[in-house]
């Protein structure tokens, strides 16, 4: 949801998301992720629930991940209740990834201490299991209560996520299992998995291996290189300046000065209806798949074409090979 005065702006992408998840229910897509950060300059998304309720509200099928809701930010019991709401228009299509936040600038800006930020998310975790129960519990002192329960009993899952040792830890201690960012998951989840073992708790299977950060299916990758390069530049500089200040971990996302930069990096690819088919086939049929249309405000025709290129060339492709069933309605 980046609007960095490259394209379009912050009033056409809203609208289109959700013509953008209407159309990816209707073709089994499985997965819409949501983001959050505040007050940025160029618009990242700040209130992903509320984006969140009404990609529900229009879809019927996909769920919703809040990958990572800032989870300190949020005023605990008000967050179960918000989050149980959604559960229940989305019929249990909400899932979670918690996370403590990076930028100082977020925790003034909410009057968080970032020095408490760990207790604070061990405290929210605590909080939305207990609440999500509908039975009574204390909180700070206070008996409470929240009301209704989520769709599913339980609630959503939840999910930690981070990018360095000490999440792996705090998610085989607390979660319902580990989302690990930047470019060392499978060293993390290691991690993870030996002190689930080491705790005597059962270890869930890992989540889907990823595809590109960018993914843009194309029929003359030459002429569209330069269409998407200015939002691609844009989106991995930044994140990769914003990863700066986390102080540990690592980010997938690499800085580039130009185009050539960019097609080096195989987490950006801007590929031929085959050369999708032969990334299917090389991530294997269990691999997820990602597409971000609105990338660092690209173009909506421009996201649009990518789009429809993998519904109409790569998506039968892919049932004939098995790794996706057709659709009925």
């Keep these: 949801m980046r609007a960095p005065g490259v394209g379009v702006g912050s009033a056409e992408q809203y609208p289109a998301v959700l013509d953008h998840v209407e159309w990816a229910d209707s ?3 499985e997965t819409v992720y ?3 950060h505040h007050g940025a ?3 990242y998304c700040a209130s992903p629930m509320i984006l969140g309720s009404a990609i529900l509200g229009r879809t019927r099928r996909i769920g919703v991940h809040f990958s990572a809701l800032i989870a300190v930010l949020h005023q605990p019991l008000r967050l179960a209740e918000d989050l149980a709401a959604l559960d229940l228009i989305g019929s249990g299509r909400v899932e979670l ?3 403590l936040g990076y930028r100082d600038h977020e925790y003034r800006m909410f009057g968080v201490d970032r020095r408490k930020r760990v207790r604070l998310l061990e405290e929210i975790i605590g909080v939305l299991q207990r609440a999500w129960t509908g039975e009574p519990f204390d909180f700070r002192g206070e008996r409470v209560r929240i009301r209704p329960r989520p769709a599913r009993a339980g609630g959503p899952p939840l999910y930690i996520g981070g990018s360095g040792e000490a999440s792996a830890l705090r998610a085989a201690r607390l979660g319902d299992g580990y989302r690990p960012a930047g470019s060392e998951k499978d060293k993390l989840y290691a991690v993870y998995e030996a002190e689930r073992e080491k705790l005597g708790k059962p270890v869930p299977p890992r989540g889907p291996v990823t595809g590109p950060l960018f993914l843009y299916v194309s029929e003359d990758p ?8 200015p939002h691609v530049l844009y989106t991995t500089n930044a994140n990769a300046a914003w990863a700066k200040e986390r102080g540990v971990g690592t980010t997938a996302y690499r800085a580039a000065s130009g185009v050539e930069d960019l097609k080096g990096d195989p987490n950006i690819r801007v590929v031929t209806p085959d050369e999708c088919v032969a990334l299917c086939r090389e991530l294997g049929p269990d ?3 990602v597409f971000q249309p609105l990338l660092g405000g690209l173009g909506l025709e421009d996201g649009w074409r990518s789009l429809r290129l993998f519904e109409t060339a790569v998506l039968p492709k892919l049932v004939e090979l098995g790794y996706r069933k057709e659709m009925t309605t």
Aim: aromatic letters at 8%; proline letters at 4%.
């Design 27 to 29: 073709l089994g897509f």
């Design 34 to 36: 949501l983001a959050e």
């Design 41 to 43: 300059d160029d618009g």
């Design 97 to 99: 990834t918690l996370g």
């Design 222 to 229: 030459e002429r569209d290189w330069p269409v998407v390069a």
């Design 287 to 289: 691999a997820e798949l």
